[in-house]
């Protein structure tokens, strides 16, 4: 059974930053695309970030320049650091895992999802 569990999620001001964790489990995580997804109360959920198997990465514009996706495969994690954070991006966070090296189709995985809010 596939389990992903987010963590790091929070309050924090305008201009701070947060890291997210994604844990995944019973999956060979050398396998899966892994990327971070968001919704905003009242809107559609959007991708964010994604990071294949190695050091291919895609963004949305949005948070160009102020995130950064990683991975580390031996603790089968991935990492969304947020830094620069604005109001904008207060949103529930999703991990996915999507089978493939490097795949943007739709995810086979979600996590629950962890609350990023900005606010001062």
């Known amino acids: 059974q596939v389990l992903l569990v987010e963590s790091g999620g929070g309050l924090v001001q305008p201009g701070g930053s947060l890291t997210l964790s994604c844990a995944a489990s019973?999956?060979?995580?050398?396998?899966?695309?892994m990327a971070w997804y968001r919704q905003a109360p009242g809107k559609q959920r959007e991708f964010v970030a994604r990071r294949g198997n190695g050091a291919r990465t895609n963004y949305v514009d949005s948070v160009k320049g102020r995130f950064t996706i990683s991975r580390d495969g031996a603790k089968g994690t991935v990492y969304l650091q947020m830094n620069n954070l604005k109001p904008e991006d207060t949103a529930v966070y999703y991990c996915s895992a999507t089978r493939g090296t490097w795949s943007t189709g739709h995810p086979d995985y979600w996590g629950q999802g962890t609350q990023v809010t900005v606010s001062s």
């Open positions: 019973g999956m060979i995580f050398e396998l899966y695309t």
